[in-house]
Protein backbone atom coordinates (compact mmCIF):
# COMPACT_ATOMS: atom_id res chain seq x y z
CA UNK A 1 0.00 0.00 0.00
CA UNK A 2 1.37 3.42 -0.85
CA UNK A 3 1.05 6.20 1.36
CA UNK A 4 1.89 9.62 1.76
CA UNK A 5 1.95 10.96 5.22
CA UNK A 6 1.37 14.26 5.63
CA UNK A 7 2.37 16.89 9.02
CA UNK A 8 1.57 17.96 10.93
CA UNK A 9 -1.91 17.34 10.48
CA UNK A 10 -3.07 20.69 12.83
CA UNK A 11 -1.38 23.78 12.90
CA UNK A 12 -2.61 26.91 14.66
CA UNK A 13 -0.39 29.92 14.55
CA UNK A 14 -0.62 33.74 15.35
CA UNK A 15 -0.70 35.94 11.62
CA UNK A 16 3.30 36.75 10.51
CA UNK A 17 5.14 33.53 11.99
CA UNK A 18 6.53 31.40 9.57
CA UNK A 19 5.36 27.63 8.92
CA UNK A 20 6.43 24.45 7.13
CA UNK A 21 4.15 21.36 6.10
CA UNK A 22 5.65 18.09 5.18
CA UNK A 23 4.31 15.48 2.70
CA UNK A 24 6.77 12.13 2.78
CA UNK A 25 6.67 8.60 1.41
CA UNK A 26 8.38 5.82 0.54
CA UNK A 27 7.03 5.94 -2.87
CA UNK A 28 8.87 7.52 -5.74
CA UNK A 29 6.59 10.23 -7.43
CA UNK A 30 6.62 11.79 -11.36
CA UNK A 31 5.61 14.91 -9.71
CA UNK A 32 3.62 15.79 -7.02
CA UNK A 33 0.99 18.33 -6.28
CA UNK A 34 -0.33 20.60 -3.45
CA UNK A 35 -3.72 22.11 -3.36
CA UNK A 36 -5.72 24.15 -0.44
CA UNK A 37 -9.32 23.58 0.26
CA UNK A 38 -11.51 25.77 2.34
CA UNK A 39 -14.49 25.10 4.21
CA UNK A 40 -17.44 23.92 2.18
CA UNK A 41 -15.58 23.95 -1.07
CA UNK A 42 -13.48 21.67 -3.61
CA UNK A 43 -9.49 21.45 -3.36
CA UNK A 44 -8.19 23.85 -5.45
CA UNK A 45 -4.32 23.61 -7.47
CA UNK A 46 -1.72 25.38 -5.72
CA UNK A 47 1.33 23.86 -7.62
CA UNK A 48 2.63 21.04 -9.53
CA UNK A 49 6.00 19.68 -9.14
CA UNK A 50 8.17 17.70 -11.71
CA UNK A 51 11.59 17.51 -11.00
CA UNK A 52 13.67 16.35 -8.01
CA UNK A 53 14.96 19.36 -5.99
CA UNK A 54 13.15 21.61 -7.75
CA UNK A 55 11.48 24.61 -5.56
CA UNK A 56 8.42 26.53 -6.57
CA UNK A 57 7.41 30.04 -5.46
CA UNK A 58 3.85 31.35 -5.23
CA UNK A 59 4.01 35.22 -3.34
CA UNK A 60 4.79 33.82 0.42
CA UNK A 61 4.25 30.13 -0.24
CA UNK A 62 7.55 28.10 -1.17
CA UNK A 63 7.09 24.35 -2.42
CA UNK A 64 10.19 22.05 -2.74
CA UNK A 65 10.29 18.63 -4.30
CA UNK A 66 12.83 16.28 -2.52
CA UNK A 67 16.04 15.35 -4.75
CA UNK A 68 14.69 11.30 -5.08
CA UNK A 69 11.00 12.75 -5.20
CA UNK A 70 9.66 11.34 -2.21
CA UNK A 71 8.99 13.81 -0.31
CA UNK A 72 8.25 17.33 -0.58
CA UNK A 73 7.61 20.57 1.54
CA UNK A 74 5.31 23.98 1.60
CA UNK A 75 6.59 26.46 3.42
CA UNK A 76 4.62 29.85 4.01
CA UNK A 77 6.20 32.84 5.06
CA UNK A 78 4.86 35.61 7.24
CA UNK A 79 1.37 33.63 6.85
CA UNK A 80 -1.70 35.46 6.72
CA UNK A 81 -5.53 34.42 8.40
CA UNK A 82 -6.78 33.86 4.03
CA UNK A 83 -3.83 31.24 4.17
CA UNK A 84 -6.23 29.52 6.66
CA UNK A 85 -7.71 26.31 5.26
CA UNK A 86 -6.86 22.78 4.38
CA UNK A 87 -3.78 21.96 2.68
CA UNK A 88 -3.29 18.35 0.61
CA UNK A 89 -0.37 16.85 -0.91
CA UNK A 90 -0.96 14.49 -3.52
CA UNK A 91 1.32 12.25 -5.35
CA UNK A 92 1.67 11.16 -9.21
CA UNK A 93 2.41 7.23 -9.54
CA UNK A 94 1.30 6.88 -13.35
CA UNK A 95 -0.84 8.14 -15.48
CA UNK A 96 -4.15 7.51 -13.80
CA UNK A 97 -3.26 6.81 -9.82
CA UNK A 98 -2.63 9.59 -7.95
CA UNK A 99 -1.64 9.12 -4.26
CA UNK A 100 -3.01 11.68 -1.34
CA UNK A 101 -1.84 12.80 1.89
CA UNK A 102 -4.69 13.13 4.74
CA UNK A 103 -4.55 17.12 4.53
CA UNK A 104 -2.91 19.59 7.09
CA UNK A 105 -5.64 22.21 8.61
CA UNK A 106 -4.11 25.55 8.91
CA UNK A 107 -5.42 27.96 11.58
CA UNK A 108 -4.13 31.52 10.96
CA UNK A 109 -4.83 33.81 13.96
CA UNK A 110 -5.28 37.77 13.62
CA UNK B 1 -15.34 30.42 -16.94
CA UNK B 2 -13.48 27.27 -16.37
CA UNK B 3 -14.89 24.95 -13.96
CA UNK B 4 -16.23 21.66 -12.99
CA UNK B 5 -20.06 21.81 -12.09
CA UNK B 6 -21.91 19.21 -9.18
CA UNK B 7 -25.70 19.06 -8.42
CA UNK B 8 -27.21 18.98 -5.64
CA UNK B 9 -24.71 20.94 -3.24
CA UNK B 10 -26.81 19.13 -0.23
CA UNK B 11 -28.98 15.76 0.11
CA UNK B 12 -30.58 14.34 2.60
CA UNK B 13 -32.15 10.96 1.69
CA UNK B 14 -33.66 7.82 3.12
CA UNK B 15 -31.95 4.75 2.88
CA UNK B 16 -32.54 2.28 -0.27
CA UNK B 17 -33.91 5.46 -2.81
CA UNK B 18 -31.90 5.79 -5.66
CA UNK B 19 -29.94 8.82 -6.83
CA UNK B 20 -27.64 10.26 -8.77
CA UNK B 21 -25.27 13.20 -8.33
CA UNK B 22 -24.39 15.36 -11.56
CA UNK B 23 -20.95 16.25 -12.49
CA UNK B 24 -20.00 18.06 -15.45
CA UNK B 25 -17.07 19.97 -17.27
CA UNK B 26 -16.51 22.65 -19.65
CA UNK B 27 -12.94 22.21 -20.40
CA UNK B 28 -12.47 19.27 -22.70
CA UNK B 29 -11.16 17.25 -20.00
CA UNK B 30 -10.18 13.69 -20.71
CA UNK B 31 -10.01 12.22 -17.17
CA UNK B 32 -12.73 12.96 -14.53
CA UNK B 33 -13.24 11.05 -11.03
CA UNK B 34 -15.24 10.73 -8.38
CA UNK B 35 -13.83 11.21 -4.51
CA UNK B 36 -15.53 11.35 -0.77
CA UNK B 37 -13.83 13.04 1.68
CA UNK B 38 -14.41 11.37 5.21
CA UNK B 39 -12.80 13.16 8.49
CA UNK B 40 -9.29 11.52 9.06
CA UNK B 41 -9.26 9.50 6.13
CA UNK B 42 -8.83 12.14 3.98
CA UNK B 43 -9.87 11.83 -0.19
CA UNK B 44 -10.63 8.54 -1.11
CA UNK B 45 -11.45 8.05 -5.25
CA UNK B 46 -14.55 5.86 -5.75
CA UNK B 47 -14.24 5.34 -9.99
CA UNK B 48 -12.45 7.74 -12.57
CA UNK B 49 -12.85 7.14 -16.12
CA UNK B 50 -10.09 8.35 -18.68
CA UNK B 51 -12.46 8.81 -21.90
CA UNK B 52 -15.94 8.32 -23.21
CA UNK B 53 -17.36 4.98 -22.40
CA UNK B 54 -14.43 4.40 -20.41
CA UNK B 55 -14.48 3.83 -16.78
CA UNK B 56 -12.66 1.81 -13.74
CA UNK B 57 -12.62 1.02 -9.85
CA UNK B 58 -10.76 3.28 -7.73
CA UNK B 59 -10.05 2.43 -3.95
CA UNK B 60 -13.80 2.52 -2.49
CA UNK B 61 -16.21 1.68 -5.49
CA UNK B 62 -18.50 -0.98 -3.47
CA UNK B 63 -22.31 0.76 -3.84
CA UNK B 64 -21.39 2.83 -6.37
CA UNK B 65 -21.86 3.13 -10.06
CA UNK B 66 -20.79 5.65 -12.93
CA UNK B 67 -21.57 5.88 -16.61
CA UNK B 68 -19.42 7.89 -19.38
CA UNK B 69 -21.53 8.79 -22.08
CA UNK B 70 -19.96 11.87 -22.98
CA UNK B 71 -17.11 13.70 -22.47
CA UNK B 72 -18.21 16.44 -20.19
CA UNK B 73 -20.53 14.25 -17.80
CA UNK B 74 -19.71 12.16 -15.21
CA UNK B 75 -23.00 10.79 -12.89
CA UNK B 76 -22.19 9.27 -9.81
CA UNK B 77 -25.04 6.83 -8.70
CA UNK B 78 -25.92 5.48 -5.66
CA UNK B 79 -28.32 2.22 -6.50
CA UNK B 80 -29.28 1.33 -2.68
CA UNK B 81 -27.71 4.54 -0.48
CA UNK B 82 -27.02 3.09 2.97
CA UNK B 83 -25.92 5.28 5.67
CA UNK B 84 -22.40 4.26 5.17
CA UNK B 85 -22.64 6.48 2.49
CA UNK B 86 -22.82 9.90 4.35
CA UNK B 87 -20.27 11.86 3.00
CA UNK B 88 -18.87 14.71 1.13
CA UNK B 89 -18.39 13.93 -2.82
CA UNK B 90 -16.46 15.59 -5.19
CA UNK B 91 -16.11 15.28 -8.96
CA UNK B 92 -13.10 16.23 -10.53
CA UNK B 93 -11.26 16.29 -14.00
CA UNK B 94 -8.03 17.28 -15.43
CA UNK B 95 -6.74 16.93 -19.01
CA UNK B 96 -4.82 13.17 -19.85
CA UNK B 97 -1.08 12.74 -19.93
CA UNK B 98 1.68 12.09 -17.93
CA UNK B 99 -0.21 12.48 -14.39
CA UNK B 100 1.48 15.47 -13.63
CA UNK B 101 -1.71 17.83 -14.70
CA UNK B 102 -3.73 18.56 -11.81
CA UNK B 103 -7.28 17.97 -11.09
CA UNK B 104 -10.42 20.80 -10.91
CA UNK B 105 -12.53 19.70 -8.59
CA UNK B 106 -16.31 20.49 -8.20
CA UNK B 107 -17.71 22.57 -5.27
CA UNK B 108 -18.60 19.02 -3.58
CA UNK B 109 -22.12 17.71 -2.21
CA UNK B 110 -22.75 16.35 1.01
CA UNK B 111 -24.71 13.67 1.56
CA UNK B 112 -26.58 12.32 4.24
CA UNK B 113 -28.22 9.10 4.54
CA UNK B 114 -30.95 8.61 7.08
Known amino acids: TQLLEQSPQFLSIQEGENLTVYCNSS?????LQWYRQEPGEGPVLLVT???GGEVKKLKRLTFQFGDARKDSSLHITAAQPGDTGLYLC??????????WGAGTKLIIKP | EAQVTQNPRYLITVTGKKLTVTCSQN?????MSWYRQDPGLGLRQIYY???????DKGDVPEGYKVSRKEKRNFPLILESPSPNQTSLYFC?????????????FGSGTRLTVV
Open chain 2, 92 to 104: ASRLQGAGNYGYT
Open chain 2, 27 to 31: MNHEY
Open chain 2, 49 to 55: SMNVEVT
Open chain 1, 27 to 31: SVFSS
Open chain 1, 49 to 51: VVT
Open chain 1, 90 to 99: AGSLSNYQLI
